[in-house]
Each structure stands twice: as C-alpha cells, then as structure tokens.
C-alpha cells in the first residue's frame, strides 16, 4: 500500500495489473469537479494533453457513443489519436476507446475514475485494456510514462491557475 504525502502526486503511478492491463494512479490537487472539467472541456484538453506539443482538438462529444480526436503536432510531425465514449457519469467515470492512427485497428479500452478524496484533492486512476499484449508492451515502450507525467505536469499547472 502506497502512502500520499504531499498534496498531489508528483509522477504517476503505472503499474502492469494483468498480462494486457495498466493501471495509471495519480493524485491532483484540486477538487473533483475542476479535474472532470480539464478532462472534458476542449478548451483547457489542448492546454495540458500532449507533452508541451500544440494539441488541436477536433472533436469531443463527450457522452455515451460520442466520438472524440486529438491531434498532436510535434517537431517530428503530426499524430492523431481518437476513440469513443462507451460510458460517461459526469464528475465519476469516463470509459472510451483509445487509437492511434499510426497503429489502426489495435483499440485500447480506457476506464477513468476520479476520487474525490475529500481534503481538495482528486484521485484519478485510468485502466487501459489492451487488445494484446504486444499492444501493451508497445505502448510502454514507446516512453508514454514519460510523456503522460510531462502531460499531467501541465495538468498541476493549469488546475493550480484561479477559475
């Protein structure tokens, strides 16, 4: 069992759950509802997702069935990643697909809590299912640690900006 001592986690926790499952752990300091709000607001998305690259949002329906897609452009050149919401409990719950366009058909499916923990702070924590364990062992490979901490770094930043 892991104890938090500051107020937010400074890195994610990542942790291989099952042969084609992550488990992603990260605590925020800021009440649940501005979290959900930066995960679902198109306009504060493109200013934390993407590892300091210019995000372009170009669709985000966020509801049952809806369809979302980010596009991120970096120095080695653009990367579209989209998927669709199968589940939306707004301020609670979202599970959505997740693909990128450099590996079609290879869908990973996300399930994202937040944990209002009731000091301020918020517990988020994303399952991802692969479709296989190459996928999984692809992903982990390809430095998303590295980039998902540089991304809910931006995060801290723009949840610590007043309202």
């Known amino acids: ?46 200013q934390w997702w993407g590892r300091g690259n210019k995000v372009v949002v170009e669709r985000m329906d966020v509801q049952r069935g809806g369809h979302w897609r980010f596009v991120e452009h970096s120095p080695e050149g653009s990367h579209g990643f989209e998927g669709r919401y199968r589940e939306v409990k707004p301020m609670e719950r979202i599970e959505q697909t997740f693909e990128w366009d450099g590996m079609p058909g290879h869908v990973t499916v996300e399930t994202m809590t937040l944990e209002d923990l009731g000091d301020g702070r918020t517990k988020l924590v994303n399952i991802s299912l692969f479709h296989t364990v190459e996928d999984l062992q692809g992903m982990v490979g390809s430095g998303m640690e590295q980039g998902l901490n540089e991304s809910y770094a931006a995060l801290d930043k723009l949840l610590a900006r007043p309202n």
Do not use: G, Y
Not at 6 to 11: C, L, T, Y
Not at 12 to 41: H, S, Y
């Open 1 to 46: 069992m892991t104890t938090q001592v500051a107020s937010a986690s400074p890195k994610a926790i990542v942790t291989q759950t099952a042969e084609r499952e992550l488990r992603i752990e990260r605590i925020f300091n800021a009440p649940r509802e501005r979290v959900w709000k930066a995960m679902t607001d198109p306009a504060l998305v493109s």
